[in-house]
């Protein structure tokens, strides 16, 4: 499994436009070969940074929905500090089988 975790800033006042885009991607992205789950994260208090986590099958599916994802509208001007992106494959732990 492979899973990306995106942090995104936005300004203050973007932060209704970021969650929009975020819902975006998630639309334009179900259905996509190999995507297992694409989910948005806002801190509870609404001060902190916006996260969107995807888990799929294989880096190759997630690398084939990233033109997808790039073609929706996003402003630059939204962020308040540039987005971190981590990516990794996950594997089970010693001990657990996968099913």
């Known amino acids: 499994m492979f ?8 300004k203050a006042e973007r932060v209704d436009d ?8 998630i639309a334009a992205t179900e259905g ?4 297992l789950e694409f989910t948005a994260w806002r801190d509870p ?8 986590l995807s888990r799929w ?8 929905a990233l033109p997808r994802i790039r073609s929706l509208d996003r402003d630059a001007s ?11 494959v996950a594997t089970s732990p010693t001990g657990v ?3």
């Open 3 to 10: 899973q990306a975790i995106a942090v995104h800033h936005p």
């Open 18 to 25: 970021w969650i929009a885009f975020m819902h975006r991607v």
């Open 32 to 35: 996509a070969p190999g995507l």
């Open 45 to 52: 208090g609404g001060a902190g940074p916006l996260i969107g």
């Open 57 to 64: 099958e294989s880096a190759e599916a997630f690398q084939a």
């Open 78 to 88: 939204w962020d308040a500090a540039p987005d971190v992106l981590s990516t990794s």
């Open 97 to 99: 089988s996968a099913p």
